[in-house]
């Protein structure tokens, strides 16, 4: 505790530069790629790495599972490097000045290392530190950001390296994993509020892209509503106000772990779901309290602590109910306090649109996911996901009109963020950055350096109130 007490006065020092709040409007990227590799961005680093590249990535080492499992001596040291060089200093500045003003950072559960079945689950180790530090570095600039459980436990969707765990054996929609995703969040909540590095989180979302179709998704809609409930309950520990709920238990500690455990031991307002999954977050947090030398989990009263700038409760953020199809849980019904909802939109996966420019424009000038999504309470939506890559070789020219009209069409919503912040540029990644990077979009000129601003309002002119596809 001495050691803790000791960084107390360092950590007071790192008062918020910019308290975390929702922007008016949304003017993001994501960080991709960096805490959740994903080898198709990164192709030349991957390799190096000693990864692979397979057309069926569950078929070869193309993902933090089976990497981890061929390099189990290694992968601690060779992540670190990964971390290191992949968001720095230098593209924090470079969002910065590009007027970027919130980012979405992919995560995987197993940043919480407690949480992962060593004997049957395998990951890189340390990557809490690096969300630290890169929050930290987001805050100083004055970036406001996003926690995305990007890659829940069990896996969400089948043979997708974006979920960590390249299979098909899905079993994120289980009692035991819906838990360890509680946890997670309970504890990613704590350090949102407590931790002063982690004080530009305004949202924590519950889960990126689960399967679309609502039949394969059983049990999701009571997660969706114990997510919200877990996230109050640590807010109300706190003293913050939370609409419509009051705490139930007399608190007569600073100590926020002690707290909890008071709580969960003794409230009668969450269920055992929810109170079991504090109890469980208490020995993680009391851990990371001394890893990451922060002493205001054990005196919550210290000034420090972002929470004591704000007051305000983290946005609970999820996709949005017309993500899936065959009658979906709506996330709406779990709201408690402020909530916003997420969708992503890939026209170069196809079914959007036919593979053609006018096609393209036609679609997006006409888009109506921002009513279709309000008319069903799930407001206010950002677009969480988009990119410039087409079905089609896209000339420069167009790729000019695709950007101006896809921020236009996501603007009238809550706003957007952009895949990715960057990927590779190599000989083996080709042109990916092209249509795939916000940063070489930029040098390109396909993004305006104002991102409120496009290079032509009126592009949608010719397109707008016909066929949409």
Known sequence: MRSLLAVGILAASRLLQASAAVPDKIYGVNLGSWLVLEPWMLPAEWAAMGGQSCNTCSDCIASEFAFTQAYPKTVDSIFEKHWSTWFTQDDVNQLRDAGINTVRIPLGYWIIERLVDRNTEFYPRGGIRHLQKGLQMLKNAGIQAILDHHAPPGVQTPEQSFTGHCTTDVQFYTEYNFHRALVWTATMTALSHLD??????????????????????????????????????????????????????????????????????????????????????????????????????????????????????????????????????????????????????????????????????????????????????????????????????????????????????????????????????????????????????????????????????????????????
């Not at 772990?257 to 109890?279: D, G, H, M």
């Not at 236009?408 to 590779?424: C, H, Q």
């Not at 409120?452 to 016909?466: E, I, K």
Request: charged letters at 20%.
């Open 196 to 469: 002063p590095s982690f004080g530009s989180v305004f949202a924590i979302e519950a889960v990126n892209e689960p399967i679309m179709d609502a039949n394969q998704t059983p049990g999701y809609g009571d997660f969706q509503k114990n997510f919200v409930e877990v996230i109050r309950a640590v807010e109300l520990i706190l003293g913050i106000p939370v609409p419509g709920r009051s705490l139930d238990v007399q608190l007569h500690t600073a100590n926020f772990t002690s707290a909890l455990s008071a709580t969960a031991s003794t409230t009668k307002l969450f269920n055992k779901e929810v109170t079991s999954a504090l109890a469980e977050a208490v020995p993680i947090l009391v851990e990371l309290g001394f890893e990451l030398s922060i002493p205001t989990i054990f005196n919550f009263n210290m000034a420090a602590a972002p929470f004591h700038n704000t007051r305000e409760p983290l946005v609970t953020n999820f996709m949005d109910i017309n993500w899936q199809f065959n009658n979906p849980s709506n996330p709406a019904d779990a709201q408690i306090g402020p909530q916003g909802y997420d969708n992503h939109l890939y026209y170069s996966f196809g079914g959007v649109a036919d593979a053609n420019p006018d096609a393209y424009l036609t679609s997006i000038c006409n888009l109506q996911r921002v009513e279709n999504d309000a008319a069903l309470g799930d407001s206010p939506l950002w677009f969480g996901e988009w990119g410039l890559p087409t079905q089609f070789d896209a000339t420069d020219d167009f790729l000019f009109k695709w950007a101006d009209a896809q921020k236009l069409a996501y603007s009238k919503g809550k706003g957007w963020i952009f895949w990715n912040f960057k990927v590779e540029i190599s000989d083996e990644a080709g042109d990916l950055a092209r249509q795939w990077s916000y940063l070489e979009g930029l040098k390109r000129g396909f993004f305006t350096k104002d991102p409120s601003q496009v290079h032509d309002p009126n592009v949608c002119a010719l397109y707008v109130n016909t066929t949409s596809a």
